[in-house]
């Protein structure tokens, strides 16, 4: 069993940058892959970004292509969010999730542990 925890979300301008850390603790997270989703208020939750379990396939939303990276240090248990460029409408609470299977995740969910959310807010 693999659980995640979010963090390192803030307060940033627009053009400003922030990185998110999802922490897993348990079993096997090397075999997990892991996905970025957020909740704008009044909105639905979407997929923002997604990494295969050994960080070699990578899949993100067509607004944060180009701005967010995903990457993983199995090492450490750790998936890392760098958000660049940020936008007012990037402004949501951030979810980290876990699932065996990365089409899983892209497709908008996950079966695995997700972690309790943070906050990101853009400023214009």
């Known amino acids: 069993q693999v659980h995640v925890a979010d963090s390192g979300g803030g307060l940033v301008q627009a053009g400003g940058s922030l990185r998110l850390s999802c922490a897993a603790s348990?079993?096997?997270?090397?075999?997990?892959?892991v996905g970025w989703f957020r909740q704008a208020p009044g909105k639905e939750r979407e997929f923002v970004a997604a990494?295969?379990?050994?960080?070699?396939?990578?899949y993100y939303a067509d607004s944060v292509k180009g701005r967010f990276t995903i990457s993983r240090d199995n090492a450490k248990d750790m998936v890392y969010l760098q958000m660049n460029s940020l936008k007012p409408e990037d402004t949501a609470v951030y979810y980290c999730?876990?699932?065996?299977?990365?089409?899983?995740?892209?497709?908008?969910?996950?079966?695995?542990?997700w972690g309790q959310g943070t906050q990101v807010t853009v400023s214009s």
């Open positions: 999730a876990a699932d065996p299977s990365v089409d899983f995740i892209v497709d908008g969910g996950a079966r695995g542990s």
């Open positions: 348990g079993r096997a997270f090397s075999s997990y892959a």
């Open positions: 990494i295969h379990w050994g960080g070699g396939r990578t």
